[in-house]
């Protein structure tokens, strides 16, 4: 049980928020995690099941207006009742986000106020570069440092390779392979346990995240199931996400496998992830250019000596046009939202005056 905010990861970033706010009369807690509209919050006093105030979900407009797992938010307290009310949400530090699931066009943030985000990726039949080049650029945007993870060594043919390949996509980025099974691997990202530090692992299912978090921590935090022989993946185990804190102050964030990675944010979130690339856009002869066919274009260049790979421009292109498509719909996404908004704000107004005047 922590026995200081700063356990739980509050350092100098929310002291000093919370010493300028006004919400003086509510204390802070962070989201352990969600349950269907309610939420476990934990803070020095120890867990409370929360539920957001009636002004808060009025209020909203966007689901990131409400709490997701990491955020710090400001809590009243109910005496006796081990419960509490969410009154409000401290500005976030870092956020992992991705487009939400769906033909809506708006952000699903998956975890807040993470320091380190490892992107977990198994070295079998089904490692794939262009995954791991999406995940790097939802990780980057978020603010928080990127580690690639790649489980699973014992069961590839020639992991150097897959290193090789992984770094090649990872770049700026550091990258380890590990073995659960021979044990291998494990002593250099055991140093990103660090007290009041908050680390969340990303992949698809079967990555072998939860067997990854036990290992690291040496006890069973999360249940696990065997490897099937068929496609040597492990059967999906994380229901929801869920922040725990070790005994020696660590944090951890563990997330379900993402079936998708839809990307959310502009062009320049690209810029991180295939810095490459965009260092050799910048000396292509016209400043427009689409790398298609123009004359004194830097990047069809380099792709003609092959220094960069065809594999890697072609996924570098097509988030390129994910990207402009999702910038040209969320204008309209955000003015339908308002005027849904303005709508229940005159409904509720119209209810209040009929109940005080009556019909007239």
């Given at each position: 049980m922590p026995t200081s905010l700063h356990d739980l990861g509050f350092n100098s970033f929310f002291e000093n928020e919370f010493s300028k706010s006004e919400e003086k009369s509510f204390v802070p807690a962070r989201v352990i995690s969600e349950h269907k509209g309610m939420y476990r919050i934990q803070n020095e006093k120890g867990e409370f099941l929360a539920e957001i105030s009636g002004k808060m979900r009025f209020t909203a407009v966007n689901r990131d207006d409400f709490p997701t797992v990491g955020d710090?938010?400001?809590?009243?307290?109910?005496?006796?009742?081990?419960?509490?009310?969410?009154?409000?949400?401290?500005?976030?530090?870092?956020?992992?986000?991705?487009?939400?699931?769906?033909?809506?066009?708006?952000?699903?943030?998956?975890?807040?106020?993470?320091?380190?985000?490892?992107?977990?990726?198994?070295?079998?039949?089904?490692?794939?570069?262009?995954?791991?080049?999406?995940?790097?650029?939802?990780?980057?945007?978020?603010?928080?440092?990127?580690?690639?993870?790649?489980?699973?060594?014992?069961?590839?043919?020639s992991p150097e390779s897959i290193l090789l390949e992984a770094e090649s996509v990872a770049i700026g980025t550091k990258v380890y392979a590990v073995s659960s099974l021979l044990n291998d691997g494990f002593d250099p990202i055991q140093t990103y346990l660090i007290h009041g530090k908050t680390i969340v692992f990303i992949g698809q299912s079967g990555a072998g995240k939860s067997t990854l978090i036990n290992k690291l921590i040496g006890k069973e935090l999360q249940k696990t199931n065997e490897i099937r022989d068929i496609d040597s993946r492990g059967k999906h185990t994380t229901t929801h996400r869920e922040l725990f804190v070790l005994d020696d102050g660590g944090l951890l964030i563990d997330t379900p496998g993402l079936r998708e990675i839809q990307l959310w944010g502009d062009e320049s979130i690209l810029e991180e992830t295939f810095s490459d690339i965009e260092e050799l856009a910048s000396q292509c002869k016209f400043p427009d250019c689409s790398h298609e066919s123009e004359p004194g274009c830097a990047v069809l260049a380099a792709l003609?000596?092959?220094?960069?790979?065809?594999?890697?421009?072609?996924n570098y292109s097509k988030m390129?046009?994910?990207?402009?498509?999702?910038?040209?719909?969320?204008?309209?996404?955000?003015?339908?939202?308002?005027?849904?908004?303005?709508?229940?704000?005159?409904?509720?107004?119209?209810?209040?005056?009929?109940?005080?005047?009556?019909?007239?």
């Open positions: 710090w938010v400001y809590i009243q307290e109910l005496e006796g009742e081990n419960k509490a009310i969410i009154h409000s949400i401290f500005p976030r530090k870092t956020k992992l986000s991705r487009k939400a699931p769906g033909k809506n066009i708006e952000e699903q943030i998956l975890c807040a106020n993470i320091d380190t985000i490892f992107i977990v990726q198994p070295m079998d039949s089904t490692f794939n570069p262009n995954r791991i080049e999406r995940y790097l650029t939802i990780a980057w945007e978020s603010g928080a440092i990127p580690i690639v993870i790649l489980t699973k060594k014992d069961l590839c043919d003609a000596k092959e220094e960069i790979s065809a594999k890697r421009f072609e390129k046009r994910e990207l402009a498509f999702l910038e040209s719909k969320m204008d309209e996404s955000a003015k339908m939202r308002r005027k849904q908004k303005e709508k229940q704000l005159q409904k509720m107004i119209g209810e209040k005056l009929k109940q005080k005047y009556g019909k007239r």
